[in-house]
């Protein structure tokens, strides 16, 4: 491949030709034609040379995030797989132009990076990627700090990301790029779903303790579940912050016990919710009495991950939301799981679901806009309408690039009504698309230029 210097002195980023109906332009660069304009330019490592194309996954494979990043890159593969020979929501996804023959004629090939789930490594192994795989498109995440930190890396290096599991409001809020996009829900939808389900189920005088990760999806998480739950009833008594990958949370325990809470909801994800809530069972606050009160305990963004690593005996009535579960029932969803257990021997979880579907809606947009131009394939993921990928129409809407479907509400089963071993979650209601839909301009932030500076 050229490099970028190189083609730069003979390809004007900008410059826009037109040529009339019935005239001719000489041109000095190679042309390509996109959504009826005429348009030349270099951007981030377009133009592809050669018959293959690259992506970047980068993802958690250490850190307290490392379960996520390891089923997501089983989907990453799994999606690659498909796209060059076939198979799984290939023959579901609608409307599609994907054939199963690669994205535009070009095999579809990948290079792997590990986050830590750490922001800095991330970005120095998303621009290693960049730089020396020359990859397309960049995905991944698990963080959102660190989903973010790469969403500002690719934008500058004119290279689209599709945002792996990332559940910050900040994400498609205040840090939202033109080259990013999320198809994962987010902490304001989790707020919106779990709210009325909560006080429904436990009663709207209830007086909530939060102990939340201190980043950024924490915090948008706990200010939505304090606005959504304070608008049923509950009154928010204190929220601590907490360091991710903490191995100990019986200091900020300690705390919960001696407040006169009696609903405890846990921030955490990953691991950190894993050993958040194991420590806070193993204290004995499910059997607790506050204010006449059976103690309860919350998991807002809940995975069947975390459910296995905590234990059914733990997560049991546990209530939460979740992207996606691999129990549904829809053709999209169940062709998806049946590729996924035929490749793994196991299920795949919603970090894997939402990775797949990333990919697959990248390489349909390259098809719908015919290039591999990043502006052009923004413009055909900006306010695309889909089915057949779980969670029923699905609207990747133009303003803030994130996707608005059903949200799922989950608790976790008794160990008595489990069918298998991966049967954790039992899925207790759904909120619509329409109901989950709140204005794109609440978070603020700009998503900037279809080409960067």
Known sequence: MAKKSDISKTISRR????????????MSAPMFYAKNAWAESAIGNYPIEGDTVMLGFNVPQTGAYADEGADELRAY???????????????????SKLTGSGILGKKVDYVVGDTQTKADAARTSARRMIERDKIIMLTGGSSSGIAIAQQYLASEMGIIFMAGLTHSNDTTGKDKRRYGFRHFFNAEMTGIAL?????????????AFHLTADYSWGHTQYDAMKRGTEAQGWTTVNNLMTPVGAPDFSQYLTEVLSSDADILVLNHYGKDMVNSLSQAVEFGMRELQKNGKTMEIVVPLFSRLMA???GSSKIQG???TTNWNWSLQDEGSQAFVKAFEAEYGFPPSMAAHTCYCQTLLYANAC?????????EVIKALEGFEFDGMGNGKTLYRAEDHQCFKDILVVKGKSPADKTGEFDLLELVGTTPRETV?????????????????
């Open 437 to 453: 839909t709140y204005d794109a301009s609440i978070f603020g932030g700009e998503l900037g230029p279809y080409e960067p500076a």
């Open 308 to 310: 296995q690593g905590a």
């Open 318 to 320: 546990v209530l939460g």
């Open 367 to 375: 098809e719908v806009a015919g290039t591999f131009y990043p502006p």
């Open 77 to 95: 593969k799994l999606a690659v797989t498909h796209l060059n020979n076939g198979g799984g929501m290939l023959d579901t996804f609608k409307p």
């Open 15 to 26: 410059s826009i030709l037109k040529a009339g109906a019935l005239g001719s332009v000489a």
């Open 195 to 207: 709210s009325p389900i909560l006080a429904e189920t436990y009663g709207k005088e209830r007086r």
